[in-house]
């Protein structure tokens, strides 16, 4: 889908790739996406300026792995995107970047993989949610590392069961200019 000057809202189920753009509008949808091993990854691109961008995800894989790529991007106006659910051992990338507003990404319990938050002019910040439990339901202890990697950029990683090595992980990061810059995990 794409627009000018028009909001994009509503729900989206997609088996592949899907990308929403508009102009001067808000996007406000929720997202449910499948990989299934035709499209490699899955692809989600919602593009906005000068409005607010809101996102809630539910990724899902019919396959082994789920891979999926997720683009967020807005200027001049607050980027949110939640994902509720992404596949146990699966691969993300996750980006969800503005400028000039603030900068928010919540990231579901399954996530495992490193992570960063950038921002000029304010702090950037790691969230971590209380009770979160296995997701696989076997009771492992959840691993967070997080550091200042430079003054406007802080960053870390996650995993369950033991500390992230250098397995095959997520990656997932937000940016801003000139406001909060925040990962929920």
């Known amino acids: 889908v794409q627009t000018a000057n028009n909001p994009i809202t509503g729900f989206f189920n ?8 508009t102009r001067n509008a808000p996007i406000d949808v929720g997202v449910e996406a499948y990989h299934t091993g035709r499209h490699w990854p899955s692809t989600l691109r919602l593009a906005t300026s000068n409005a607010n961008l809101n996102a809630t995800l539910t990724l899902k894989n019919t396959t082994e792995f789920g891979l999926f790529r997720v683009f967020a991007q807005t200027y ?3 980027v949110n995107v939640t994902l509720l659910e992404s596949p146990i051992n699966g691969h993300l990338r996750v980006e ?3 400028k000039n507003a603030p900068a928010l ?3 579901d319990s399954a996530f495992e993989g490193k992570f960063a938050a950038h921002t000029t002019n304010a702090n950037p910040s790691i969230s971590l949610k209380e009770g ?11 691993f967070v590392e997080t550091s200042y990697i430079s003054p406007r950029i802080k960053g870390g990683s996650v995993a369950w069961g033991k ?6 992980s997520s990656i997932a990061g ?3 200019t000139n406001d909060p810059a925040v990962i929920v995990l």
């Open 14 to 21: 997609v088996s592949s790739n899907l990308k929403l753009v």
């Open 76 to 78: 001049n106006s607050p």
């Open 96 to 98: 969800a970047k503005t």
């Open 105 to 107: 990404l919540e990231l």
């Open 132 to 142: 979160v439990e296995d997701p696989v339901g076997d009771g492992r202890e959840r």
């Open 163 to 168: 500390p992230l090595s250098k397995r095959f």
């Open 174 to 176: 937000v940016a801003t």
